[in-house]
């Protein structure tokens, strides 16, 4: 009996020695410790948000210093108009992320001007040093039907960050109805807005944002196009048109893989052999972005390749 204890309290004392000699990895160092998309507006400084870890213990860098600039302690600061590569490393881990510099504080770029179940989804991009807080109440106005009320609660989102707030009708009775009786062409989870309109806080500071689509015919194409513009404070943002995707032969894996960042579109179309059709032009805050679609070489996936300022900066097959 005496042994079996002996035996056991050495086999605790092993247990506990190797348990103690083992390094505890916390859940900042084993996730990303800050954001993967930081906004920021021009000429303004932001300390970067992290996650679970001391900024001022992160090595911070940037991939092209004109842009912007960063110190020791993680505030950076916007020189010009742009998009840079932020990069981070912390006890031995290294995280990569994207600033983006902008004309305003604060913007609502992925309206999407539609729907989906009767809900409005507004993605929020906030540059400023301060946090935004979001609307409770918006309006939109639906084609064919007129004004509508959206409510959510009141949200807060970080300065530097982006935040997808969803809004719900107060009374979705009349959204239903108007689907289901009158306009038996569209998805009852996708309908048309022509505009959305509210007004959200930076501080104290209040800012009204409104977007205005509207369906334009292009005869190149021979289809329509939903144009829109974006305004905050009544200056325009941003502005551009969304068009249908066009199939267009082919794009091989081995001309996808050859497209690379950084090229231009003339030496993509090169790569590939034919023009692609062009399925977004906008410009915002200082930035010009097109996209360009084409078809694969068996026909069954789509080649999707967006531009800034005319060069490759995104590809996608699927």
């Known amino acids: 009996m005496k042994k079996s204890i002996k035996n056991l309290i050495c086999y605790l004392l092993v247990l506990v020695t190797i348990l103690c000699s083992t390094p505890l990895h916390t859940n900042a160092a084993s996730k990303r410790f800050f954001n993967r998309t930081i906004f920021i507006q021009k000429g303004k400084s932001l300390k970067i948000p992290t996650n679970g870890v001391k900024r001022s213990k992160v090595k911070w860098s940037l991939r092209r210093s004109g842009i912007a600039s960063v110190n020791k302690s ?4 916007a020189n010009r108009l742009g998009d840079v590569s932020i ?3 912390y006890k031995g881990k290294t995280c990569k992320g994207s600033l983006y510099i902008m004309n305003t504080p604060a913007d609502i770029l992925n309206d999407d001007c539609t ?4 809900r409005v989804d507004l993605e929020f991009h906030n540059a400023s040093s ?6 409770a109440n918006i309006k939109v ?3 064919g039907f007129g004004t509508v009320n959206y409510k959510a609660s009141v949200q807060k989102v970080p300065a530097g960050c982006e935040k997808r707030i969803y809004f719900f009708p107060v009374n979705p009775t009349p959204l239903r109805n108007f689907l289901e009786n009158n306009h038996s062409d569209y998805s009852y989870d996708d309908f048309t807005l022509k505009k959305i309109s509210f007004s959200f ?9 409104r977007s205005v689509c509207k369906d334009v015919w292009n005869p190149d194409s021979q289809s329509y196009e939903m144009e829109f513009r974006r305004y905050v404070n ?10 249908e995707e066009k199939d267009l032969s082919g794009v091989s894996s081995a001309e996808y893989k050859k497209i690379k960042n950084g090229m231009s579109y003339k030496r993509v179309v090169n790569i590939i052999g034919c023009s692609g059709e062009k399925f977004i032009d906008m410009k915002s805050h200082g930035q010009h972005i097109t996209g360009y679609y084409w078809s694969s070489e068996d026909g069954d996936k789509t080649c999707s390749v967006n531009f800034q300022n005319g060069k490759v900066y995104y590809k996608k097959m699927s």
């Open 141 to 143: 106005t639906l084609d």
């Open 74 to 77: 993680g505030k950076v600061k």
């Open 115 to 118: 729907t989906t179940n009767y």
């Open 201 to 209: 806080k930076i501080g104290r500071k209040s800012y009204s944002f």
């Open 130 to 135: 301060k946090p935004l807080y979001t609307p």
């Open 234 to 243: 009544g200056k325009r943002v941003s502005f551009g048109t969304y068009s």
């Open 87 to 89: 990069i981070g490393k």
